[in-house]
């Protein structure tokens, strides 16, 4: 077949056309198959670069052999076996008991804040309120659980104060340096993540919920346990996420605010690089990557959290 | 901070910080030096006189170009073993008795050549061959550092509140200051001075308490276990302040502690003391090394001028004074006589009796010189992790 019997290859009319009469760089730039689509693997590119590789790094790295001062490449679950044989395992759940116990309370305590402000504050407030919440972030975490210490001390202001009412007579030593304190540093820390996604996934619960309960006399207790909370699952579930990983991970609390040897996964894992010990390091880091892996795939079966992304409707 | 980074490594960090807000980039008495500057990767405490290094360089005769270092020998390690401290830094300070050995073995560092360094010959003798403290500035018999500050840790204690001054290890067991009695929650000076207890009261066999076998340590790590679980322990304190808080405000009446917090938990008006503890102590010291790459750069000279600055009465004097540490050479009681301009009478006296009292600590026989990674350095941790959780 020759050109002259051919017929003539004309663009298609409409977006075939347009794109003919487009320079290459513009179709890039507004093309589907252009920048478009590029901009959507920005997040798979960031996901693989900053997720992805530090996590089978850490999983690599965790059975390598050390070394006097460092690793070198190999295969053995030693580091393992010492995390479960040693008393680490033992500490890393006393860690997730006490992070367990801050997201109750957190719950107990910061749920019902974000219930109230979006069911009784003004729509328009309601954003600022909750960005009150912000206000605690801004300053240092460090100072912010050092500043517990004159509060919850031996001498310090609680027991100060119920002693001069006549509560006590001898001052409470155990609200500090006990496992006690390490779950008031974490609720104290933590607790507006659970207002926050609390009261992200309130906002997609349409206030005439509320008020249908009302016009059918169901009672506090009930509206909330039995229409607030399942709608609100997923952002609770979130909530309680957030907190549960800062508890297990950040070791300052238990380290001024904890018993003698207080410790949770962070400090383990910072215990064992200041020795220099690199693969138990990195073993105690991948035994928590896939122990929260597993809580979020189980909460994502209970809860479907991808609800709370979901359009306000 | 550490061997936590809340551990007398953060407290030099925190130092550190201080002197990187000043110094960091900045070329401290460039004029006095032709050639180019010591880029000297070390942390606050190693300078003393001024804010900044430009003290130390006028003393030097040369150029410092101060890079804030933490103190945390993990980072060294990786900056230097795999990172590009060679590239970076021509000298840097880290803690003897172990740092030397890693970055020696991994060639970061290079052997030194002592007679370059006219202040050698004030060197304390325990670092001489044979020496107490020999082994924490050499390695495979070759000098790697240049010791520049030390101290013996001890237990800080509040005298009102115990009516005596304790000279045994043996007070913070017993019962009757249960829960009063705080520990440094880092398993190197812990262990090493409860061994140390326990070796020189007889109560167990231990034969180094620097570098304990596993059975020792087993044995360590138990007798605190016993006592942790009936309570005798507030708390184990990590990091500077936190160190200071618990003595200021007598939530506990002892704690094993570095000097300095004494010194500033006594400032804050409690009546705190530092004792010397008859079984002995833990031993430290920090040390400046030259890089491979430094050498390779031609930096000797000003290396060997900056460390005969080291071991010059002239900074043992400041660095008494400033942090409480312990000169590394002798003739500072000598010089403190001789510079009236420099420390009155009242300085004169107060830092002769520190030194006097150091003296006396560093005297004890039981003391046993830090070993940054003992042998079995995984026994340690092991069995640190079963007193966190006991």
Redesign the interface.
């Known amino acids: 077949m020759t050109a002259e019997t051919s017929p003539a290859i004309e663009p298609p009319a409409g977006r075939g056309r347009d794109i003919a009469a487009k320079p290459r760089w513009r179709r890039f730039l507004t093309g589907e198959d252009g920048i478009q689509k590029v901009v959507f693997y920005i997040p798979l590119v960031f996901m693989t670069l900053f997720f992805a590789l530090p996590v089978a790094l850490t999983l690599v790295w965790s059975v390598f052999e050390r070394t ?3 690793m070198e490449p190999g295969f053995t679950l030693f580091a393992y076996e ?1 995390f479960f ?4 395992a ?2 890393f759940l ?1 860690a997730m008991m006490h992070s367990a116990g801050a997201v109750v309370i957190s719950f107990v305590l910061g749920f019902p804040i974000a219930v109230f402000v979006r069911r009784r504050v003004p729509e328009i407030a309601q954003h600022r309120v909750i960005l009150l919440f912000i206000l605690p972030f801004m300053i240092s975490e460090l100072i912010r659980i ?1 500043a517990l ?2 509060v919850l ?3 310090g202001l609680l027991n100060s104060f119920l002693m001069d009412i006549g509560v006590i007579s001898e001052p409470i ?1 155990a609200i ?2 006990t496992p006690l304190g390490v779950v008031i540093g974490e609720v104290l820390s933590f607790l507006p993540f659970m207002v926050f996604s609390g009261f992200l996934a309130m906002e997609a619960v349409q206030k005439y919920v509320f008020e249908v309960c009302d016009d059918l006399g169901a009672g506090t207790v009930s509206t909330f346990k039995d229409i607030i909370v399942p709608l609100a699952a997923p952002g609770i579930f979130a909530g309680s996420v957030f907190i549960f990983v800062n508890g297990l991970g950040v ?1 300052l609390i238990p ?2 605010l ?6 949770n996964a962070g400090s ?1 894992v ?8 690199f693969p ?1 390091a990195m073993a105690v880091s991948a035994i928590m990557i896939v122990t929260l892996m597993a809580l979020l795939y189980i909460g994502h079966r209970l809860f479907d959290l991808t609800r709370i992304l979901e359009p306000i409707s | 901070m ?6 007398r ?1 953060l407290f030099m960090q925190g130092m550190a910080g201080v002197a990187g807000a000043t110094a960091a980039g900045g070329i401290f008495g460039a004029a006095a030096a032709e050639g180019e500057a010591l880029r000297f990767w070390a942390p606050g405490i190693a300078k003393v006189a001024a804010k900044d290094f430009s003290a130390m360089a006028a003393q030097a005769g040369i150029g410092i170009n101060n890079i804030a270092k933490s103190a ?3 980072e060294a ?1 990786q900056k230097m ?2 990172g590009d401290g060679q590239k970076l830094f021509d000298a840097l300070t880290d803690n003897g008795g172990g740092m030397e050995d ?1 970055m020696a ?2 060639k970061a560092v290079v052997p030194l050549d002592t007679a370059k360094i006219p202040n050698w010959a004030n060197i304390l003798p325990d670092y001489n061959e044979g020496g107490a403290a020999a082994e924490t500035i050499r390695y495979e018999g070759k000098v790697y550092a240049v010791p520049y500050i030390s101290n013996a840790d001890s237990m800080a204690y509040n005298y009102d509140e115990l009516g005596f001054h304790p000279d045994s290890w043996g007070v913070m067991f017993d019962s009757q200051f249960k ?1 009063r009695v705080a ?1 440094q ?1 880092d ?1 190197g000076p812990t262990l090493t001075n409860v061994a140390i207890y326990l070796k020189e009261s007889g109560k167990i066999e231990i034969d180094n308490p620097s570098d304990m076998n596993p059975k020792e340590v087993k044995a360590v790590c138990e007798f605190l276990i016993d006592h ?1 679980k009936k309570g005798q ?4 304190w ?2 500077f ?2 160190g200071v ?1 618990l003595l200021a ?3 506990v009446v002892m704690s094993s502690c570095w000097e300095p917090i004494q010194l500033v938990a006594r400032k804050k008006g409690a009546n705190i003391h530092y004792g010397t503890m008859k079984e002995g102590h833990q031993t430290w010291n920090n040390v400046l090394m030259f890089t491979k790459g430094g050498r390779q750069r031609g930096m000797d000279e000003a290396f060997y001028k900056l460390a005969n600055v080291y071991l010059s009465p002239w900074f043992g004097a400041r660095t008494l004074a400033t942090f409480g540490f312990a000169p590394q050479m002798t003739g500072v009681d000598d010089y403190l006589n001789a510079n009236t301009e420099d420390f009155d009478e009242a300085a004169r006296e107060r830092l002769l009796d520190i030194l006097n009292r150091k003296q006396q600590r560093y005297a004890v026989k039981g003391n046993s010189w830090q070993n940054v ?1 003992p042998t079995h ?2 026994e ?3 069995w ?7």
């Open positions: 006097r001062f460092w010492t044989t040693s008393a680490r033992e500490n006393h050092f210490r004159p001390s031996r001498h030593s500090l340096f070791g380290n001024i904890g018993g003698p040897g207080a410790t383990i910072f215990e064992s690089i200041v020795a220099l010990d138990l | 550490n061997q936590s980074e809340f551990t490594r945390r020998a993990d390690i073993v795999v890693a073995e991994n829960g520990l929650n398993y942790k322990f507030r708390t184990f990590d990091g302040q936190n808080d405000s007598k939530e990674f350095i995984r340690y941790l092991d640190w992790s079963r007193l966190q959780a006991a």
